[in-house]
């Protein structure tokens, strides 16, 4: 969901290779898989010696890499110019709510608040409004089952593919969230 949201904002459908700026969506929800899902190889910035060491004859060659850098990580020019820049930011994904309070909403799943803003027009929000969608139309019943309904086809996918302990570690994993999620809005299934 939010990976998805993710892929599609950024132009990484129309490019080889996608240098995606962090300003802190990672560390509060991984978008990573969405771009893993469609071939792209995900590869973490670290710093320039180490890239260009491991990854830079792969980037020339045009192989498909989504370089994820962290907003304050030095990029030297020529590297960043063989690849389609996004800054992948709160304000950048969802600019007509109010990103201060979206910050500090403790507990907003980014899944919930992708599928929600995606199904809904949203007006330009200050800090009340913002606040007001969140409860309105992101943390409901609704979302809720939207949300369900997605993380089930990925656990489909999953388990198809799953080969190895890790693979059904992420079933369970996601299987947990879905049963987690249906018992906390009351879905039946």
Known sequence: MLG??????SSAMYCTSVLLVDHGVESR??????????????VRWEDDLTFRIDWEDA??????????????AYVPYDLAQLMQRYDVSLGGLFPKLDTSTLRAAEGLDFDFLAVAYERDYVYTSDAKATRAYLETRVNVRET???????LEGELVRLTSVAASYRGWIAVAQLKARI???RARYGIER
């Open 4 to 9: 998805e949201y993710v892929f599609n904002e």
């Open 29 to 42: 929800a991984e978008y990573s898989y969405a771009f893993e899902r469609r071939g792209f190889t995900v």
């Open 59 to 72: 980037l020339k060659a045009g192989k498909k890499l989504a370089v994820i850098a962290l907003d304050d």
């Open 144 to 150: 809720a089952e939207r949300v369900c309904d997605e």
């Open 179 to 181: 049963d987690v999620t």
